[in-house]
């Protein structure tokens, strides 16, 4: 397979950028530099991202469905461990390999291998628990490969100015996806044609992502054959050690990552626990865990109005700090959903469901709600750690950094997810959401405090760590045609 070169001005890539345009009109309320939406390479980069989360992350959904309908909290726990261990265990590895080939070709390949475990995994072995383990672990591991290059492919189809809003664009198009996938797409195939027919239409979507990347314009001619030939295993190190140590040389940057990480964990701490929270604690059907999901893609969108502008006024660390702050109340509050539901019931905006027929009690209405601050705290959260490293970490080490922040926010999580199970079985799912941001905490704080002896050999003072947050790295130097240059390097 062969992609064309950039065309001239003016002729058929011009005309593919109005075509698509009116997808972006959304995006004029929210981004004061237009120009960014108006381009078409990075139409092509939010559509296949858009295509491949809403695949994803339906996968997800509808397992965790399957197993807290089936199931118990044990399982719904070893589905959620199925998705967080490959990234604790291929992150680095996804994160080099990602750096070592050029982007477009790194991206379609990994969107069609997930494409064939979806289809290939529910023709050969149905939709038992084994069954959808392996699913959620197949699609998961892939996912290493690709968040990397999902993520450090943004410097290169957008200009340095450009980097926050294109962050934010794809943080929205990442909520989007998830509402799409979890709030109208899974549920309804679930219920109208079975989980097979979901997982094959996920299989569908992720093809349809491959095709989106693979038309990413490119300068020089190359095969898929060709790139994956020149990836030379042996050259890549991926020791933790060296890698520790190489990324050390940033201490602000593993720091603000770490902030990211506490965020992330706690988010796939509610996913998993999300069914079983509906199911158990507000004795609903587990499948109305929509009304959890889908109002934090509201959340995430809310969030690109103040996301720029926090970043410039009190900075990208404070802001991701904030996140943090934001997700760890939201938590403790829905574990009293019960003891606000009088005050926050009648003013909560998710009531607009009942205008259009629909009558969900007032504790899931109260839990909708708060999922929109969770979702605002995600999204802030991502866009300020995405993109104090795009802004400040050599482009072609971009994919190395997001594939060791894949590693740390996954091996943050594989522990709580395993005892989450456990502990909501012998105490309840409300004490988990209570306690739950301080376990992150502690396990960021080690990981960070272990990061920190690999790279130096000797264990750093509590006060060494927390002073990182506040250390300031220059951004990186180059100008913009060393943009040009990775571009014509084929990195795209």
């Known amino acids: 397979m062969t992609v064309q070169p950039d065309p001239p001005s003016g002729s058929g890539g011009e005309a593919g950028g109005r075509k698509e345009l009116p997808v972006f009109r959304l995006f004029f309320f929210f981004l004061p530099e237009t120009s960014l939406i108006r381009q078409f390479r990075f139409q092509l980069v939010v559509m296949s991202k858009l295509w491949s989360e809403v695949g994803q992350e339906a996968v997800f959904y509808g397992a965790l469905v399957l197993v807290a309908t089936d199931g118990n909290a044990v399982q719904a726990s070893m589905i959620g461990a199925a998705r967080v261990l490959p990234g604790a265990t291929l992150g680095l590895v996804g994160g080099a390999i990602g750096d070592a080939l050029p982007r477009r070709v790194g991206l379609g390949v990994g969107y069609m291998v997930q494409a064939a475990i979806c289809i290939l995994i529910p023709l050969m072995f149905g939709t038992e628990f084994v ?9 998961n591991s892939l996912n290493q490969f690709l968040g990397p290059s999902e993520k450090a492919v943004i410097p290169l189809v957008t200009s340095r100015e450009q980097i926050t809003s294109a962050a934010s664009i ?11 996938g979890t709030a109208a797409m899974a549920p309804f195939f679930l219920v109208t044609f079975g989980a097979e027919a979901l997982f094959y239409l996920c299989g569908a979507l992720l093809i349809l992502a491959a095709v989106r990347i693979f038309a990413l314009p490119i300068r020089k001619h190359i095969t898929v054959k060709d790139a994956l030939s020149r990836l030379d295993l042996t050259e890549l190190d991926v020791s933790f ?18 902030v990211g990480v506490v965020v992330t964990v706690l988010q796939t701490i509610l996913k998993t626990l999300g069914p079983s929270y509906v199911g158990e604690v507000l004795g609903e059907d587990p499948a109305k865990s929509v009304y959890i999901f889908a109002p934090a893609g509201l959340g995430a969108l809310v969030a690109l109005v103040p996301a720029p502008w926090l970043n410039g006024k009190i900075g990208e660390r404070m802001s991701a700090a904030l996140g943090v702050l934001l997700m760890s109340l939201s938590l403790f509050v829905m574990a009293f959903v019960e003891v606000v539901a009088p005050v926050l019931g009648p003013i909560s905006p998710t009531n607009i469901v009942r205008v259009v027929g629909f009558d969900p009690s007032n504790e899931l209405m109260v839990a909708s709600f708060i999922s929109i601050f969770t ?26 950094v997001f594939g060791l922040q894949s590693v740390l926010a996954n091996a943050a999580a594989v522990i709580p997810l395993l005892l ?6 012998l ?6 959401l209570i306690i739950a941001p301080w376990i992150v905490l502690g396990g960021a704080y080690a990981l960070l405090v272990l990061a920190t002896s690999m790279a130096r050999g000797e264990t750093p003072s509590g006060r060494e760590v927390f002073d990182s947050f506040w250390e300031q790295p220059q951004s990186t130097s180059g100008s913009e ?10 990195r795209t």
């Open 131 to 139: 069954a959808l383990l392996l699913l959620v672990f197949g699609v």
């Open 170 to 180: 794809l943080s929205l198009t990442d909520g989007i996806a998830t509402g799409i």
């Open 241 to 258: 050690t060296s890698a520790f140590r190489w990324l050390m040389g940033w201490p602000a940057i593993v720091t603000i990552i770490m």
């Open 375 to 400: 979702g605002f705290a995600v999204s802030l959260s991502a866009i300020s750690v995405q993109t104090y490293i795009n802004k400040r970490v050599p482009m072609l080490q971009q994919g190395r």
């Open 420 to 425: 989450i199970g456990i502990f909501a079985e």
């Open 427 to 432: 105490s309840s799912i409300e004490l988990i």
């Open 481 to 490: 045609s060393a943009i040009e240059e990775g571009l014509a390097d084929l």
